[in-house]
């Protein structure tokens, strides 16, 4: 059945296959069990996909499947996202993160705000203009109410001359739900201000 209104996952993909073409270097911040990873690799089939995890066994069995599936366009990076300028040179166009815990995993391995505040100031300097990074706020496990207000507060305090932010929610379910950050950096920056993390 067609619908609008979907699993916050799927609208992140949603608003990525938007602005990805063949050639772009896109990000997977969360990379997990690699479901974000494998889509963006399909969509920049002549670019890269850089992709970070800090669980070492979730990464030894991805890069195992992708070496069976022969995918060659992904750089699997065993290294927390907040330092993925030390890994990437280029300007990614979009990035993606999914905070929290990984389902089915360990559930005390979560994304913290000290560490995705750092990832998020690091990955909207090296964006490319015109591009977009979505965080999926998860906030039902410990910590996660937290670090989603931690989220929300640094994106509230983005200029907007630069970046476009908005945030996507269900407001009609109890409880904790998921939601949906999207931050696009305006096609106009450039030149010193692009470079200047004083602007940002
Ligand atoms: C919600 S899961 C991601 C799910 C993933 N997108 C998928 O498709 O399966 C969050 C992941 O972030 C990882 N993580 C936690 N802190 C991290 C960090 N500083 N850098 C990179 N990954 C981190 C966790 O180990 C966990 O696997």
């Given at each position: 059945m067609f619908k609008i209104i979907l699993k916050i996952t799927e609208m992140a993909q949603n608003y990525v296959k938007q602005v990805l073409r063949d050639r772009d270097v896109a990000v997977?911040?969360?990379?997990?069990?690699?479901?974000?990873?494998?889509?963006?690799?399909?969509l920049v089939p002549e670019g890269r996909v850089y992709s970070f995890e800090?669980?070492?066994?979730?990464?030894?069995?991805?890069?195992?499947?992708?070496?069976?599936?022969g995918i060659r366009n992904i750089?699997?990076?065993?290294d927390g996202h907040e330092n993925m300028d030390l890994y990437i040179k280029e300007s990614p166009k979009a990035i993606m993160f999914n905070l929290g815990y990984l389902p089915g995993g360990y559930k005390n391995v979560i994304t913290r705000?000290?560490?995705t505040i750092a990832a998020l100031k690091k990955g909207l300097k090296m964006l490319s203009p015109g591009g977009i990074i979505t965080i999926a706020v998860y906030r039902g496990h410990e910590g996660g109410e937290e670090?989603?207000?931690?989220?929300?507060?640094?994106?509230?305090?983005l200029d907007p001359k630069i970046y476009?932010?908005?945030?996507?929610?269900?407001?009609?379910?109890k409880g904790m739900a998921p939601f949906l950050i999207v931050i696009e950096k305006n096609?106009?920056?450039?030149?010193?201000?692009?470079?200047?993390?004083?602007?940002?």
């Open positions: 997977d911040a969360t990379l997990g069990n690699g479901n974000d990873t494998i889509f963006l690799s399909g800090i669980q070492r066994e979730c990464v030894k069995k991805f890069k195992k499947e992708i070496e069976i599936k750089e699997v990076i065993n705000p000290e560490t670090e989603g207000n931690a989220v929300l507060d640094f994106i509230n305090g476009n932010a908005m945030v996507i929610k269900y407001v009609n379910r096609c106009s920056v450039g030149g010193d201000k692009y470079n200047n993390p004083d602007l940002l």
